[in-house]
């Protein structure tokens, strides 16, 4: 099986996708690269993280469109082309963005299907980047995702590797609804065996990383990876810990996690995502309401503390869960009588 | 020519600081020692310069991604933003803003911004307050010619001549919005044709040249100053770099960056001039150049040796604290 790094794995899903469904178009910033420049080499460029390369040579202007500087317009470009019967994938440069045109993404493309008592819903996928790692700022690093899960109508998919974000994505791309599908900057370059044929992996089946009985760790996103590390860290001092990625969180696979619970007793969630009104709270919220009888400890969470991204390396550096982290968090639930 | 010698030297040291300042941040960043992003300025100057001439530490200024010029002119310490740009304890904004969010509020800064068309809604809320409290005092949005395409922006524009607010909105059309060019990306291709569309003075000059981008202001600021309302100023002038440092620009020919380095460099442009049409001379921009490298390398230097932010510090200033 091929190795591809997670930017190639969502290139060929969408690549794929093209190929086989003329009405899946991409609209976004620089998709293409090149456009009105001296020299038009959009081969070269394909956005500025290289995710879209290729593409609009294979399919040409009328369905690779490069935007101007327009968020706003994007999303309800995307949002009015699936509600008319395209299936758009917006691409958001930063999730950041999503301040500019949040509107036509809430309000709209989101309360479609509902509001217009089922006739139609808007079948698009707006593609963004997420998360801290590259000094960024506070306006480039966010892992903003809780807040579309907030919202009735809108899907939410956070791969963590190259295998499932191309699962995914094709998937999404079918969905019938509005996904939003978050890139973490600091995965694409991850490599991981893929197959070149299509697969679509279902939106809202979590997968287990990793079997344990001691402990479950819930873990989103790039926080995967890092729960992985621990777990295996702690396999040494006995403690036996299960990984669990949910790979959506709207839907949220329920099951999954609980059935999980009821073997441990003893749960950590994981994410990158500031702790208010989050996921980590909604995850540790289902838990103990649906999963009570099975706890043994105090559900435990390991995120960002409440506060924006900060630009120095230093700061950012103690801004996101580490596996050091979710080891000391993973000990202390095992350790709780 | 109208401007005294000390005015044309300091005008000529702001933009030479300038180059200074993103030349050596972008061969630090080059060689791994500053974090998060560089945008450079270079081939822009005298835009930042021609306005910010205009202005005291009681106007305002809201700024770009590309904003270390706009500090500069503004007057922020060099020292100061040096700090900020390495993300250090005693930067401007204590290692949090960093390059693309810098901001000096006592000088009227009010802040980079890693947003396209972040800037413009907030210099309409700086002019609001100099409105309501009855001073003359201006505000100046610097937008990029990809920003000028932004909702935020048309909306921008449209409250202040609705409000009769002084704002003056500032476009730098340097042909690029990241990697698309603006023939491709602004519909009518006449950003100050736009802005004048939506009822206020439009002016369109050459931002690489500091004289005309001077003039244009000091009508901008007459006409703001005086409670007639906002205006706006197109300023042409291509940058020399890539969106980014890091951006590859395959986009771009290397022959017309070299050739807006040898026939269009603002700093060039205004020095040839100055000194065929004043008494200075070669020795006395010879002696501002020195002058003005010294002072950014020692800077850049100090900045580079300077304490890191401590880690409790990412907890503080999420809030106002009261005793």
């Not at chain 2, 990306?185 to 003075?201: K, L, Q, T, V």
Request: charged fraction near 20%; glycine fraction near 10%.
């Amino acid at each position: 099986m091929p190795q591809m790094t997670m930017r190639e794995a969502i290139n060929h899903a969408m690549r794929l996708e093209m190929r086989r469904d003329p009405e899946v178009i991409l609209i976004g910033e620089d998709v293409a690269g090149g456009r009105g420049c001296p020299v038009d080499d959009v081969e070269a460029a394909g956005g500025v993280m290289g995710v879209t390369a290729g593409l609009f040579n294979e399919f040409g202007e009328a369905r690779v469109i490069d935007t101007p500087i327009t968020e706003s317009a994007i999303m309800g470009a995307a949002a009015g082309a699936a509600l008319t019967g395209m299936r758009p994938i917006a691409e958001l440069m930063f999730a950041d963005f999503f301040g500019v045109c949040f509107d036509q993404l809430y309000n709209q493309a989101a309360k479609f299907r509902y509001m217009f008592g089922g006739q139609q819903g808007a079948a698009m996928v707006v593609r963004t980047m997420i998360g801290a790692g590259m000094g960024s700022g506070p306006q480039h690093s966010q892992a903003i995702y809780p807040i579309f899960a907030h919202i009735p109508g809108l899907k939410v998919v956070l791969p963590s590797c190259a295998y499932d974000a191309k699962g995914l994505l094709i998937q999404s791309i079918r969905d019938n609804d509005p996904v939003i599908f978050c890139e973490h900057k600091m995965l694409y370059g991850d490599k991981d065996e893929v197959p070149e044929e299509s697969y679509q992996i279902p939106l809202g089946q979590a997968r287990v990383v990793r079997e344990g009985s001691d402990v479950t760790v819930v873990a989103l996103g790039r926080m995967v990876k890092l729960a992985v590390e621990a777990a295996e860290a702690l396999e040494e001092k006995g403690i036996s810990t299960a990984v669990i990625d949910p790979r959506t969180i709207s839907p949220l696979d329920v099951d999954t996690i609980l059935d999980s619970v009821e073997e441990t007793g003893r749960v950590v969630v994981v994410d990158e995502a500031t702790p208010m009104c989050s996921m980590a709270s909604e995850i540790a919220s289902m838990i103990v309401s649906d999963g009570f009888s099975s706890l043994r400890a105090p559900v435990k969470k390991v995120t960002a503390p409440h506060t924006p991204v900060p630009a120095s390396p230093v700061l950012e550096a103690e801004y996101a869960p580490t596996a050091a982290r979710i080891s000391a968090a993973i000990e202390s639930v095992y350790a709780y009588r | 020519m109208d401007f005294s010698e000390q005015e044309l030297k300091t005008a000529y040291r702001t933009m030479r600081h300038m180059r200074n300042f993103d030349e050596i941040g972008r061969r630090e960043f080059m060689a791994g020692t500053l974090p998060g992003f560089m945008h450079m300025y270079c081939g822009e100057e005298a835009i930042g310069a021609g306005v910010c001439a205009h202005l005291s530490d009681e106007d305002y200024i809201a700024s770009t991604h590309r904003g270390h010029g706009h500090c500069i002119a503004k007057g922020c310490a060099i020292e100061d933003m040096a700090l900020e740009i390495f993300c250090r304890q005693d930067g401007l904004c204590h290692g949090k803003g960093g390059s693309m969010h810098i901001a000096d509020l006592k000088k009227g800064m009010l802040g980079a911004n890693a947003i396209v068309g972040g800037s413009a809604p907030l210099a309409v809320g700086a002019a609001l307050t100099a409105k309501t409290r009855g001073t003359d005092k201006v505000s100046i949005a610097f937008i990029g010619d990809g920003a000028s395409n932004q909702g935020t922006v048309f909306e921008a524009m449209n409250l202040a001549v609705v409000l009769k607010l002084p704002a003056i909105f500032v476009y730098e059309n340097n042909g690029y919005a990241e990697m698309t060019g603006v023939d491709y990306h602004c519909g009518s291709g006449d950003i100050a044709a736009r802005a004048g569309a939506f009822g206020m003075p439009a002016h369109k000059v050459d931002g690489t040249d500091y004289f005309a981008v001077y003039e244009a202001m000091a009508e901008a600021t007459q006409h703001a100053r005086s409670g007639k309302g906002p205006v706006s100023i197109e300023c042409i002038a291509p940058r020399w770099y890539g969106h980014f440092e890091g951006d590859p620009q395959s986009y771009r020919t290397k022959e017309e960056i070299a050739d807006l380095e040898k026939n269009r460099d603002p700093i060039l442009l205004f020095r040839d001039r100055v000194i065929a049409e004043t008494g200075l001379t070669q020795s006395d921009f010879d002696a501002i150049d020195a002058e003005s490298l010294e002072h950014v390398e020692k800077a850049m230097a100090a900045a580079k040796a300077a304490p890191q932010p401590e880690p409790a510090d990412l907890l503080t200033d999420v809030y106002e604290v009261y005793d």
